[in-house]
């Protein structure tokens, strides 16, 4: 009994220290992270099989070897029985292919097969191969042990002496176990509407989530969670990925007639085709997946973690995101230098430390009618360029933020004027405007140039540390003449390829330089989008209690410390008003900013704020780099609680909002998670809410009997930090 336990240890810390196991007599691979398994297998004539996603497995000898099913009827192939990991559009496969294309001569048929593989540490490169001609595909795999992901993706390569075109080709197929009963959680909305979160049954069929707009798009985003359907917040297996492309995506979520559920992403097929001569390849985006036994909260908490650490520009190294104040509502295009100076003068004393002016500070942008492209300095509202007033904001110890909108064009401006051939058309079509601009085509080699020196130019003369990226439109009339009619339609990769090149270009040179990624809010946010952003506008709805639901969706995929959040002015876009504590309390549970207008509020407004903000720098470390606990959601309650947790323990904060009670109910009891049972905390409600009068309370009692809060009427709120003795 005792040798067997030894043993059992040594075999455990073993399968621990290696992420890829490879099983050679029985060709099986056994990919393990902190959090889960995943394992494939190679059938007998070739096929590389999913064999198992789930909670960690530690030995490779439990599973069984790929094997080739038979067929069960002349209409249910053995294929379409098989969970392939990468399935060409080829032989008798009716579902979501990995991979589509079409030769010279019009053969379309592709059934790929196991050739090599390739593992360094970790990562897992497996090359497979038509079974015909030369066409490759390279799977590639990266686990992060610690992180509890997958990474994968594919490189299609055309080693054939004809050109073929790709018609589809996708980052991954994930396997879940077969069954019935599942539960789809994903994220769509429209504009000033983003990331709301979705629940609904997986049937028999498929749900398609994607963009056909160009960019990520605010009517979808890239990510997915799959339940058995029985997992909560906290608890259960939950299935969840995060697709990294921040062009035209899709995702479908496909169960078959054999109850297999199968998630299948990468680049949209609507309108895709992209040609590959002789030596060419395409790598497809990234797709990250994960599982978590914790529930959604559980797989959220792996994704930020990852995110902050390994995504976002700088990762472990980067900074705390600053408090900001953007001018635009308060300003919108009316923005002179006596203006912002004065707005600066207000911010300032309120602890912002980073004072951003939004459009219309160039060319001859007094509305949204004109002036896009033309990125000089508008020399009636700053004569003196703008470096008289970024000295003033650097004055007054805050860092200078500028927007900017470089892929667009007003027809009315001196760029478009002299070139009109720059924009995405189709020759001798209407260029249909929205928000009367149309898209420059990045995918051109010479607009991408330009592009990148007008950034460059700003970022080299003024002192500028961050520049707001927008994007206000979607793509229409999607055409590259210059490429010629069989390349024109790369324009979907070429574009986005282009637009991440100048952001991986502009930092490299100007290293100190931050980025926000706006698209008219949330219109391009995915992990791919974030790799170059160090903070992201969530939404143009600053509603408070709008944004609760906005936020409650933002981060089951993204992490809270990228997520810009301001405190504006009310009435706000509903017609609704909420307290400004509520309006703080809402958005310091992610980058806090303030976009009010300054001249209009009254001095107890600014008190408020400047003790709210005070606050946050006090906690801002817990907020955005601790593990966040969403107790309850505003999708099905009355009241919003989020907490945060340290990532040392050391510190919690409570954030509790009333919605609108109703027949005199108390609000119920928030039980806190995350802490330690047997330590003290010290108490410390923001305000008088707290029903609770002891200073001190045990993890224990937080987290079993939980706390009260007295929140009344309509809109109230409440904050509570917790200190670990
Ligand atoms: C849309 C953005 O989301 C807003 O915050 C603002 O920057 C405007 N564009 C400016 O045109």
Redesign the pocket.
Known sequence: MRTCLVLLAATAAFAQSQSIQFDATRKVWLLTTSQSSYAMGISPEGSLLNLYWGAPLWRIADLPAAVQRRDVSSFDPRQMLENEEFPGWGGPRYYEPALKITRDDGGRDLVLHYVSHRQQQDTLDITMKDIRDDIEVVLHYQVFPQYGLLRRNATISNRTQRPLTIESAQSAVWNLPAGDGYQLSYLSGRWASETQLIREPVHQGEIVMESRKGHTSHYANPWFAIDNGNASEENGPVWFGALGWSGNWRITVEQTAYRQVRVTGGFNSFDFAYPLAPGEHLDTPSFYGGYSRDGYGGASRLLHRFERETIVPGGLQSRLRPVLY?S?EATTFNVTEAGQEALADKAAPLGVELFVI??GWFGARNN?RAGLGDWVVNPKKFPNGLKPLIDHVNKLGMDFGL?V?PEMVNPDSDLYRAHPDWVINFPGRPRSELRNQLNLNLAREDVKEHIFNVLDKLASEYNIRYF?W?M?RSFAEPGWPEAGAANERKLWVAYVRNLYEILDRLRAKHPKLEIED?S??GGRIDIEAIRRADEV?TS?NTDAFDRLRIQEGFTQAYAPKIMSAWVTDVPNMNGRSTPLATRFLVAMQGALGVGANLNKWAPEDFALATKMIGVYKRIRGTIQLGNLYRLASPRTNDVTVNQYVAADGRQSVVFAFRHSQQYNTAAPTICLRGLDEKATYKIEGLDNKLIEKQPVLSGAYLMNRGLNVNLRGDFDSTGVILEKQ
Do not use: A, F, S, V
């Open positions: 953007n635009w939004d459009d949204d927007w909108e707001k927008d206000n706006c008219g809010g506008w143009d």
